[in-house]
């Protein structure tokens, strides 16, 4: 795929160009998901419910799911995608045309990294972890993927007395400012997460994401880093996960808003997830449909044409029967955002002033399947009420 470009993702539209807009564009459900749910991972708390499965039992039931939806997979360097298998994935690819669309770094996994990866205080492990990413990209950039994830998940603490915050968050960025520059033009999607496993991970909201992708922007030498940011294109974007948001309490819309002000939003991950709570990879829609719809409304507001990546935990039923329930659920979402009418949606949201309660109540009719069964919508918004104002 060619370098993409997410520029438009930042357009500010007036009122009624952003009608226009919302009546013309239709987000592209092209969905991904990552071949480390395809077969059963370690817990602690219960033995696998499934059996082990090897890669090429993972990649049939990948091939299974494209008539489906499934359009590309993620992968993980070097346990599920390495030189030693590299033929495997190449051969999946050519038979089936599902892509891979990105290389990530296992930087949480191995016991040497236990006291953080790119952030590491100990030298000679932190630059383990900064070439491990450096060969990520390097193999992304080889299969021709789209940006390669990074997820910080053992790089944090939980004892926070003593450490220096500032030198471990300065040490995680120019971590992934040498790594990029070392294999230039291929974009990292950082994936930020409160915690777990880390009682607390770096870089851990969506606004801190957004902070470090101009940290580590800044320090970027490499000519052909540079010539893309002087073109204004970012290079340390965003994979926000839905679960991961839900757990640091973030509204939805309002957190893809971040990444996608700055044209910074390179992939999205999804599935479900009580308000905090522990890591849980439900099935999309399955809880808080109506941020999932809020969401969706937000990226179509924006011109997102990005993947929609499935990041699920499926441990009580088939995994193609998981991604498929997923995918139906944003395909209906993204059916009903469709169906709205944009034109008195922005208007009310322009002018809260003369439309008060009218979202709520368009809404609620708009997700009931016998609408028609309610009170017309002008009889829900007529008061006898008095409404103060108050002059600035």
């Known amino acids: 795929m060619p370098f993409q ?24 459900l092209r969905f991904t998901a990552g071949i480390w749910f395809f077969s059963p991972g370690d817990t602690r708390f219960h033995a696998k419910y499934k059996p082990d499965l090897p890669l090429e039992a993972r990649l049939e039931i990948a091939a299974s799911l494209k008539d489906y939806g499934l359009a590309a997979l993620e992968a993980h360097y070097p346990n599920e995608i390495n030189e030693a298998n590299l033929h495997v994935w190449q051969q999946f690819t050519r038979d089936t045309g599902i892509r891979l669309v990105t290389v990530i770094p296992l930087l949480f996994y191995d016991a040497q990294f236990e006291f953080g990866s790119l952030s590491n205080p100990i030298p000679e492990v932190r630059r383990v972890a900064i070439d491990r990413t450096a060969q990520s990209l390097a193999l992304a950039k080889e299969l021709d993927c789209d940006f390669s994830v990074v997820w910080p998940g053992i790089d944090g603490y939980e004892n926070p007395f003593g450490i220096d915050m500032a030198a471990m968050r300065r040490r995680f960025a120019e971590g992934l400012a040498e790594a990029m520059d070392a294999s230039p033009g291929v974009r990292i999607a950082f994936e930020p997460k409160p915690y777990e496993p880390r009682g607390r991970i770096l870089y851990s909201t969506t606004p801190e994401g957004v902070l470090l992708g101009r940290q580590v922007e800044d320090m970027l030498t490499h000519d052909e880093n540079r010539q893309l940011l002087n073109e204004g294109h970012k290079l340390l974007c965003m994979n926000p996960e839905i679960g991961h948001l839900l757990m640091g309490y973030e509204d939805l819309p309002y957190a893809l808003s971040w990444p996608l002000s700055e044209g910074r939003l390179a992939h999205t991950h999804w599935n479900s997830q009580p308000l905090g709570n522990y890591d849980q990879d439900l099935n999309v829609g399955l809880i808080s449909p109506e941020q999932m719809e809020a969401g969706l409304y937000t990226l179509k507001m924006h011109g997102y044409e990005g993947y929609f990546g499935i990041d699920i935990n499926p441990e009580r039923m088939p995994v193609d029967v998981a991604l498929k329930i997923s995918m139906d659920a944003l395909r209906a979402a993204n059916d009903r955002v469709n169906s709205l009418d944009h034109a008195r949606i922005i208007e009310a949201a322009e002018r809260p002033d003369q439309h008060r309660g009218f979202i709520e109540a368009y809404m609620i009719r708009a997700r009931s399947p016998r609408p028609d069964a309610l009170p017309p919508i002008e009889e829900t918004l007529s008061s006898t009420a008095t409404q103060a104002t108050v002059a600035g």
């Open 5 to 28: 470009d997410l520029r438009t993702q930042a357009q500010p539209r007036a009122p009624e160009a952003l009608i226009a807009h919302m009546n013309s564009f239709e987000l592209d």
